[in-house]
């Protein structure tokens, strides 16, 4: 139903702060659950962030209190910051949507996904 295409990741250092940002095509942007998922080699995705139709908002207590998301519907956009940065960060960050508003934090209910965007932490 929608691309995803995020961008933002890159190199940092321990205490830095690193903006995600993720674009969506498509009209029906407002009718999707916006999420932050990530990998690193291993383990399974990993649920980092949700927010809802209304903005609602959910965490992975790993980043509660230092990552906030946020969405913008007029430009299709979801952002995640991400603040006092961790080598435990360190993974391959995914954009992902799920059209309605049920906010899951597992994997397979989301319908579409990003390519992903490389964030690496060093201490």
């Known amino acids: 139903q929608v691309q995803l295409v995020e961008s933002g990741g890159g190199l940092a250092q321990a205490g830095d702060s690193l903006k995600l940002s993720c674009t969506a095509s498509?009209?029906?942007?407002?009718?999707?659950?916006m999420g932050w998922f990530r990998q690193v080699p291993g383990k399974e995705r990993e649920f980092v962030a949700i927010i809802g139709l209304f903005g609602n908002t959910y965490y992975n207590n790993s980043t509660k209190g230092r990552f906030i998301i946020s969405r913008d519907n007029a430009k299709n956009t979801v952002a995640l910051q991400m603040n006092s940065l961790k080598p435990e960060d360190t993974a391959i960050y995914y954009c992902?949507?799920?059209?309605?508003?049920?906010?899951?934090?597992?994997?397979?209910?989301?319908?579409?996904w990003g390519q992903g965007t490389q964030v690496t932490v060093s201490s």
């Open positions: 498509g009209r029906t942007f407002s009718s999707y659950t």
């Open positions: 992902a949507a799920r059209l309605g508003g049920e906010a899951y934090a597992t994997p397979v209910k989301y319908d579409d």
